[in-house]
């Protein structure tokens, strides 16, 4: 009887929080998001303060110049619904080829993706694809699903409670670290997609060539090719599925991009 009972308070619980907490994409797509923006605010800020104690920091001016010049130019075009304050930046002087962006305003760019994005059109195609998954929420709906699966909001709240979230892997991948913490949770192709054409929209209102997230994308496979660390390829679909896809979305961008007065001026060396 008890356990026909719990069973009956489960279904209701869920019931309950799928009602209260549909939500949409940016493009659209119905989501699950169970989560408060302050509470994947204080995650994304507690796996943040780990790395940069854990790795190590570029100190080189002119690399920290010109991935701070193309991150500013894509941020101010962010939301102020996703994030206010002032989004802070870090490179890490490590050979993986990859980025990524958190909530709350986080941002990191490993210095061996300056080796494959060989331009500031290049490496705002993945700034801008990350702060996508920031816009669209995607941790959020991982968190949430993954909270339904089995995680449990109680054991959530205690974690977060004890201010353990940097030393959690499973929720550290949910709000987009990904392979760099040692976790294979790739993101689905729907989040992908979803985050690719956002950061498409984003890189072409900065004033960034859209089409050169084209390029990007042909990079980052001639380097797979080449046996490079490119652990962004472990957690993103095949680069020409994603290249098919920006396609089909390039004339909008462009549009985009021709009708901005904005034209950035990063430098790379």
């Not at 896809?245 to 462009?254: I, R, T, V």
């Amino acid at each position: 009887m008890t356990f026909s009972l719990n069973k009956v308070l489960t279904a209701v619980c869920v019931s309950t929080l799928l009602l209260t907490s549909c939500a949409k994409s940016p493009l659209g797509r119905n989501q699950l998001k169970l989560y408060s923006s302050d509470q994947l605010a204080n995650m994304g800020q507690q796996t943040f303060d780990g790395m940069k104690s854990e790795q190590k920091v570029s100190q080189t001016p002119v690399t920290n110049q010109f991935v701070s010049c193309v991150a500013d130019a894509i941020t101010k075009h962010v939301p102020q619904s996703v994030f206010s304050g002032e989004w802070e930046l870090v490179v890490f002087d490590e050979p993986q080829v990859n980025a990524f962006a958190l909530p709350g305003g986080k941002i990191g760019v490993y210095t061996g993706l300056l080796e494959v994005a060989e331009n500031q059109d290049q490496l705002a195609a993945v700034i801008g694809h990350e702060i996508g998954h920031v816009i669209a929420e995607h941790g959020n709906e991982r968190m949430s699903s993954s909270t339904l699966i089995g995680i449990g909001m109680e054991a959530t709240n205690q974690l977060l409670q004890a201010n353990q979230i940097a030393n959690n892997n499973m929720i550290m991948a949910a709000i987009g670290m990904g392979v760099q913490v040692g976790v294979q949770l790739p993101f689905s192709r729907t989040h992908e997609t979803e985050a690719d054409l956002i950061g498409l929209q984003l890189m072409a209102k900065s004033g960034f060539n859209p089409q050169q997230s084209v390029n990007l994308w042909e990079n980052m496979d001639k380097a797979s090719g080449d046996n490079r660390q490119a652990e962004i390829l472990s957690t993103h679909p095949a680069p020409q599925s994603r290249i098919e896809k920006l396609g089909e979305n390039m004339a909008p961008a462009l549009a985009m991009y021709r009708q901005t007065s904005e034209r950035p001026q990063c430098k790379k060396s």
